[in-house]
């Protein structure tokens, strides 16, 4: 079995999991608990193993040797605790420096699973207990607020106390069951975590918009963002750094992750991520995500607030010489949003020299948002409806100047369908402020997936198929002249002549040309079938007079 088929297994277990346990609980309400416990089982483990290296002969055996990894009778960090009272806080300072944060024994997913199994009153307010521990003392950096969307004490756990805790026992024994016999790396309880993530949005219909992106699509922006903004289809295009990477709606994350793992399949790195997300439960999500993924709490910064209206203090700095930029911006923000639009924002540097997107829709302020902090080096990708691509008005003259300054490198079409929040077309406009070529490709790939279910997805190559996403992501790197019903450069005197459209079918139809009909062979071919059939019916009239019937 793969490491892929592997996670993708425990991502199924986990899901199974998930349905067997709902009960009367919403999708979203459930999502929140069952990843917080994976979330707080990576943390737990991982500060274990790290303890266990640091402690080395002195870290303590379990009591009972026969039980599964994912229970302790006690845990061995609270017998070492109890016996080493003064050596805490030497030990403490050696593993923030190691793994970067602190767990108390009795907080940790041994603990938790262990009061689970025994059905201890406890379990409820310890774990209560736990996550606020989690939250505000464990980093270097507090994470307040982290698990602000578990409520123990939520009806929806049960009516009294009694209740809440047997069901919290129910769902931790089972969820510790189901993965005691997985890897506990990073990678696998990451992806884990991302493909529960993904389920999730399966089931939440359009408000998974707000946090998700197919890992397709986000794969060809991860890519886009790690080449060369200026030649892609070097040999070394492959970017060996990034210094800063943005996702300024960036949901659970998976985007900028993407973009991470892009970057060091490549042999490079990343300086520091960073995201905003306006969703509370989202933004939390994309924490945890960051953390379960192995990040340090120094290699990210995920921001709490409203995109449009820049909350961001370290993005609001007015002197140019200090404006912070990023060398890859990423971004799937939502669709056609409306928004309200007034005369302070018309002022603000993000918008000023273009004017304001309508109310109707907040597509151009997020462009123009993340264009506004690319570096000169950078490149910029992100996700919006059709309708950018050709809408009049203020969204016009927006477009209209983007490609004045040839700021416009590439537009790539994508199937209908392949969204959770939405089943209409959307597109990836690229982006660069110094740009090596002065016209833009266009590359339509609505043709180019296979429906799995309800939905459309982009095919990866396996079993003989085509890989949709690996020719997309050359077709920009290589850009060809032309690619018949796929994919062409064009001219900015050709864009300008259709007045600054950028419909995608204006330049790359995916009609066939209808096959040409030359009239003089087929009549031909009618008088010929036409003779026939005036020799055969003389034959068979002759039978019919022998016959003594009368002729046709």
């Keep these: 079995m793969t490491q892929k088929d592997q996670h993708k297994k425990l991502g199924d277990t986990l899901w199974k999991i998930a349905n067997d346990l709902r009960g009367a609980m919403n999708a979203d309400d459930f999502r929140d608990y069952m990843l917080s416990f994976l979330f707080l089982r990576y943390l737990s483990f991982n500060y274990e193993a790290s303890a266990q290296k640091e402690l080395g ?3 303590p055996k379990n009591e009972s040797e026969d039980v599964k990894p994912d229970f302790a009778v006690p845990p061995p960090l609270e017998m070492w605790y109890k016996n080493n009272k003064e050596d805490i806080k030497e030990f403490e300072k050696q593993m923030r420096k190691k793994v970067h944060y602190v767990i108390l024994p009795q907080y940790l997913w041994s603990n938790i699973t262990e009061l689970a199994r025994t059905q201890d009153d406890e379990l409820l307010t310890t774990l209560d207990k736990g996550f606020r521990y989690i939250e505000n003392e464990s980093f270097e950096s507090t994470f307040q607020g982290l698990f602000s969307e578990i409520n123990l004490n939520s009806e929806k756990l049960g009516k009294t106390l009694t209740e809440r805790n047997k069901k919290l026992c129910t769902i931790i024994q089972k969820i510790a069951e189901g993965i005691s016999d997985f890897s506990t790396d990073t ?3 990451g992806d884990a975590y991302e493909y529960l993530i993904g389920q999730f949005a399966a089931g939440s219909g359009k408000k998974a918009g707000e946090f998700y992106t197919p890992q397709q699509v986000s794969t060809i922006l991860s890519e886009i963002v790690s080449l060369d903004s200026h030649d892609p289809a070097n040999p070394t295009g492959a970017k060996k750094k990034l210094n800063r990477v943005l996702d300024f709606a960036c949901g659970s994350g998976s985007l900028l992750l993407n973009v991470r793992k892009r970057i060091k399949e490549n042999d490079g790195s990343i300086g520091k991520i960073y995201g905003q997300e306006n969703n509370i439960t989202t933004y939390n999500l994309a924490r945890m995500n960051m953390l379960l993924h192995g990040m340090k709490d120094t290699e990210f910064e995920i921001f709490h607030g409203d995109t449009l209206l820049n909350q ?4 609001n700095e007015m002197n140019p010489s200090k404006k912070i930029e990023f060398d890859g911006i990423v971004a799937n923000p939502p669709f056609s949003l409306r928004w309200e639009p007034n005369d302070t924002l018309a002022e603000d540097f993000r918008f ?4 304001l997107a309508p109310k109707s829709a907040a597509d151009f302020a997020f462009l123009l948002h993340g264009f506004h902090f690319l570096s ?3 490149t910029m990708a992100i996700i919006l409806p059709h309708g950018v691509l050709f809408r009049g008005g203020a969204e016009e003259r927006i477009r209209t100047k983007l490609l004045k300054d040839n700021n416009i490198d590439t537009i790539i079409g994508l199937p209908a369908n392949l969204f959770y929040s939405t089943s209409i077309p959307v597109c990836i ?3 660069k402020k110094c740009k090596k070529e002065d016209d833009v490709l266009f590359i339509n790939a609505s043709e180019h997936f296979e429906k799995v279910g309800r939905q459309n997805t982009l095919r990866e190559g396996k079993k003989g198929k085509p890989n949709d996403i690996q020719k997309i992501v050359e077709t ?3 850009r060809p002249e ?10 900015m005197d050709e864009i300008e002549k259709n007045g600054y459209n950028l419909n995608i079918s204006r330049y790359v139809s995916t009609t066939e040309a209808e096959e040409k009909i030359d009239l003089k062979v087929v009549n031909d071919k009618l008088k010929k079938i036409n003779e026939s059939i005036i020799t055969n019916t003389a034959k068979h009239n002759e039978f019919l007079k022998e016959l003594g019937l009368p002729p046709i």
């Design 376 to 378: 000169q080096e950078g």
């Design 187 to 189: 990678d696998t309880l």
């Design 476 to 478: 920009y790197k290589y």
């Design 312 to 315: 961001w203090e370290m993005l």
């Design 352 to 355: 000023k020299s273009y004017g």
């Design 57 to 59: 002969r002195d870290y």
């Design 482 to 491: 032309k690619v018949t019903r796929y994919a062409r450069r064009v001219s």
């Design 429 to 431: 406009l690229v982006l």
